[in-house]
């Protein structure tokens, strides 16, 4: 593992950073590509659902910025008569209007005029079939938007319920503008129904998860800074544990492994949305069940000396974004998506999901390396 932090690297991200100063100059410039004013526009949001997901919170992150840009943001939810419209973790004040339409009815014919109609899941794309009375060509029906954020479907997961691959295949067809999340589903879509779907990425607000981290200094910054208690190794790990795509039972392993091999405690936080139940565990294991969102950059930004992430497969990857953010060292699954961003032994270090040896020796370099960390940390600012 030489290669990692040999100077041509370090050359390599020194000219990364400088395009993306020059980057972030051209676009706040007068002249520059900043946003240009656009008229205002009515736009509504079909919420698919209320889990805590990165697509969600890109959703709702959405909503906010159109508010703020002047458009009239409308969220529109499909539940039993006094189910909330927005999910309970979202601001109050992320859409100018809330919209309940009862289980059964057909979203185009409960919809006010709007100039646009974003989806944020598939299945509400059923909405639009002429099966199920839709009407997507009809001249007062509005263009609809769908963005696909990823899931089993798009990657053809064996485990996906047969039935709503159907549907998936037949939503496909549809005359709606299609959106992508990252190349990984852009080229999925091309590949499998020739569809052109231009890739609108998912971001974190770096600044919100900490200042400690907000810079390339984060090198120069004492050990002490970096890790919790003295002698005692810390891991982060994040996400549901009952989704099988999350692929905890390699993690666990990989952490039992590192902590018999580590002359250290190895003590790991798990931030999930249910609590998870496991055993024969050879670490202390720290559980954060359901936090509120607002809580997530200081808990990244705690000083985990470690970000594992094992993932089969992934649209996007919020959790290692978030964790580059807050200037955690990250090992990550090649799970597609967090190509978007991840460069494995410049960002970060990577293996296949199934690798449980290379895992390990990842985890393990990160812990007992700082060459190793704070390679990662400087590589990890060209993101």
């Not at 002047?70 to 006094?82: D, I, K, S």
Request: proline fraction near 9%.
């Amino acid at each position: 593992m030489d290669w990692i932090w040999h100077p041509d690297n370090m050359r390599v991200v020194d000219d990364l950073l400088a395009a993306r100063d020059a980057r972030r100059a051209w676009r706040s410039s007068p002249s520059g590509g900043g946003l240009r004013a656009l008229p205002r526009m009515r736009i509504a949001y079909f919420i698919p659902h209320h889990n805590v997901t990165g697509g969600m919170k890109m959703i709702v992150a959405q909503l906010e910025k159109l508010r703020d840009l002047g458009h009239w943001v409308l969220a529109v939810y499909r539940g039993p008569p006094g189910s909330p419209v927005l999910p309970p973790w979202a601001s109050a004040t992320a859409a100018d209007e809330l919209l309940l339409i009862p289980p059964g009815a057909n979203i185009q014919s409960e919809l006010p005029y709007v100039d646009v109609l974003m989806v944020g899941y598939f299945t509400q794309l059923l909405d639009f079939l002429p099966s199920h009375g839709g009407r997507l060509a009809s001249v007062s029906s509005p263009p609809v938007v769908y963005w696909d954020q990823g899931h089993e479907h798009v990657f053809n997961d064996p485990g996906a319920h047969p039935d709503w691959d159907v549907v998936w295949h037949k939503v496909m067809h549809l005359p709606t503008v299609l959106l992508s999340v990252s190349d990984a589903v852009q080229d999925i879509l091309l590949n499998n129904f020739c569809r052109i779907a231009p890739v609108v990425p998912n971001a974190v607000h770096s600044q919100a998860y900490s200042t400690l981290y907000a810079h390339c200094s984060i090198i120069r910054l004492p050990r002490a800074c970096l890790c919790g208690a003295a002698g005692v190794k810390s891991v982060l790990i994040v996400g549901n544990p009952y989704l099988p795509l999350k692929n905890f039972e390699t993690a666990l392993l990989v952490l039992n492994t590192v902590a018999a091999a580590c002359p250290f405690p190895l003590h790991v936080t798990w931030v999930c949305q249910v609590a998870p139940r496991v055993q024969h565990l050879q670490f202390v294991l720290h559980v954060i069940e359901n936090p509120p969102q607002s809580a997530l950059p200081e808990i990244f930004s705690r000083g985990y000396d470690c970000l594992l992430f094992t993932s089969k497969y992934e649209a996007w990857g919020m959790p290692v974004l978030e964790a580059m953010a807050a200037g955690v060292p990250v090992v990550t699954s090649a799970c597609f998506g967090v190509s978007a961003f991840c460069v494995p032994g410049l960002n970060c270090l990577q293996a296949l999901p199934s690798d449980v040896p290379t895992l390990t020796a990842h985890v393990l370099a990160i812990l007992m390396n700082d060459t190793v960390r704070y390679h990662l940390l400087y590589g990890r600012a060209c993101v």
